[in-house]
C-alpha cells in the first residue's frame, strides 16, 4: 500500500517529443508504463505521492499546433486539447451561446491552478475519491469492497453506481457534454472521433480508468458544432468559492425557435461517476416555451432515478436547484449569478 506522505516520484525518463507522431510512436515503445503529461495538475500529484508510477513520461506541452481555438468549416469551434483552462474563462468567443464551457472553466479551482491545467488534462483527470487515492486497496484500486459505500460518502454518487461511488471531478465535462462536443483523438492505429460522453467509462464498464482511451491515445481536440438558436449555461455548488470540486453540478444547452425549445442537453457533474445526462427532462422540454412549473418539473425530471448513500442524501435537491438555476439562466429568467453554498 503506498501512502500520501510520500512526497518524491520514483526514477522515471522524461521525453519531449517534437511532434505528435513522435509522442505516439515513443508511447508504443513503453505500451503498458507510459504516461502523457500536460499541465501536471493532477499527474505531478499521482507521482510524487508514488500512487502512479510510470516508467515513460512524455510531454505533450511544446506539441505543436494542440493548442489554442480554432473555427471550423462548418462553422463550429475546435479547442486544441493543451488549451489552458484560463485562457477557455476568458475566451470571448465562449460568451453567449457557448457561456456554459467558459462559466466551467473559471469556476475551475483556483487562479493559479487554470494558469497551468488543460483542457485535455481537465477532461481525462482521475477520481478524487480520497479513499482510492490514498493508497487503500478499494473496489477501483483492484481491492474487493467500495470504503466510500461503507464509510465516509458526502461527496459519493447518488446516480449511476455500480460497485464504486466513485464522481467525475471535472468541471469541463459536463458543459462541453451538454453543448454536445466530440473529441478527437490520435493513436497508434490511426485518428477517431467520438461523442465526449462516450470517452469515459461508467462503474459497471471499467472501473480501472475513468476514460476509454486506449493506451498510447493523445486526445487533440474537442469540437463543438454549430446550433442555430443556442444558449447555455453551467451552475456549480461547492463547499468553497474556490479551490474545490463540484459537489453538484448542472449544465444546460438548449436550442430555441420563436421561445420554444427544439432540443434540451441537460447533463449533471459530480454526481455520477460519468457526466449524467437527462433525458426524461429533455423530453419534457422539447417543444415547449418553458415557464417556472416546467423548469421545475424538468428538474425533478433530471434526477429520476437518483440513489443516495445515507451520507449524501443532500446532493438530490442541491442536483435540483443546479439543474433549475442553469435552465433559468440559459432562458435568461435569472438575473444574478447563482448563489454558492
Ligand atoms: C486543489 C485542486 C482543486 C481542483 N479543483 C478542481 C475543480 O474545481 N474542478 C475541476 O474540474 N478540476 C479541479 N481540479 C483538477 C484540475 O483541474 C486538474 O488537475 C487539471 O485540470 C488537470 O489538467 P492538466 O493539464 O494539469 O493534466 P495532467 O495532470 O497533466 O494530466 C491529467 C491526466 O490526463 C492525461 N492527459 C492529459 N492531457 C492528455 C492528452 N491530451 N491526451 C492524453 N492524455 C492526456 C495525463 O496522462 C493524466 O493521466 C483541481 C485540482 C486541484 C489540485
Redesign the pocket.
Known amino acids: 500500500m503506498q501512502h500520501m506522505a510520500i512526497d518524491e516520484p520514483r526514477a522515471f525518463r522524461l521525453l519531449a517529443p517534437e511532434d505528435l507522431a513522435q509522442a505516439i510512436r515513443w508511447a508504443g515503445a513503453d505500451p503498458h508504463n507510459h ?12 507521482l510524487k505521492t508514488q500512487w ?1 508510477n510510470p516508467f515513460t513520461i512524455i510531454d ?1 506541452k511544446r506539441l505543436p499546433g ?1 493548442r489554442g481555438l480554432q473555427p471550423t468549416a462548418e462553422g463550429g469551434l475546435r479547442i486544441g ?2 488549451t ?2 484560463a485562457e477557455l474563462a476568458r475566451e470571448p468567443r465562449l460568451d453567449g451561446e457557448l457561456a456554459a464551457l467558459r462559466d ?1 472553466a473559471g ?4 487562479p493559479q ?2 494558469n ?11 477520481s ?1 475519491c480520497s479513499y482510492y487515492r490514498s493508497g487503500r486497496q478499494c473496489l477501483r484500486a483492484g481491492g474487493d469492497l467500495c470504503d466510500a459505500y461503507y464509510g465516509f460518502h458526502q461527496e459519493h454518487a447518488i446516480l449511476g453506481a455500480s460497485r464504486c461511488y466513485t464522481v467525475t ?5 459536463p458543459a462541453l457534454v451538454a453543448l454536445d462536443a466530440r473529441v478527437l ?1 490520435q493513436g497508434p492505429e490511426g485518428a477517431r472521433d467520438l461523442p465526449l460522453e462516450q470517452l469515459f467509462s461508467a462503474t459497471d464498464q471499467d472501473l480501472r480508468r475513468m ?1 476509454r ?1 486506449a493506451p498510447g ?4 481536440a474537442v469540437e463543438i458544432r454549430p446550433r442555430p438558436g443556442r444558449r447555455s449555461a453551467f451552475v ?1 455548488y ?1 463547499a468553497r468559492k ?5 459537489l453538484a453540478s448542472a449544465a444546460v444547452a438548449l436550442e430555441l425557435k420563436q421561445h420554444r425549445v427544439v432540443d434540451a442537453r441537460i447533463v449533471l ?1 459530480g454526481v455520477a461517476a460519468v457526466p449524467w445526462l437527462c433525458p426524461a427532462a429533455r423530453e419534457l422540454l422539447r417543444g415547449r416555451e418553458p415557464d417556472a412549473q416546467t423548469i421545475d418539473h424538468a428538474a425533478d425530471l433530471a434526477l429520476v432515478g437518483a440513489d443516495p448513500l445515507p451520507g449524501n442524501r443532500y446532493k438530490v435537491p442541491l442536483a435540483r436547484k443546479a439543474v433549475a438555476e442553469a435552465l433559468r439562466r440559459s432562458l435568461a429568467l435569472s438575473a444574478a449569478p447563482p448563489s454558492l453554498l
Open positions: 504516461v502523457f503529461l500536460a499541465g501536471g495538475g493532477d499527474l505531478m500529484e499521482q502512479r505533450l494542440l486539447a493543451l489552458r483552462l466551467a469556476r475551475v479551482a483556483t491552478i487554470r497551468l491545467a488543460t483542457l485535455g488534462g481537465n477532461l481525462l483527470q482521475d478524487r471531478p471535472s468541471d469541463l465535462t483523438v476514460h482511451l491515445e493523445v486526445l487533440t456549480k461547492a474556490s479551490w474545490d470540486f463540484a457533474g
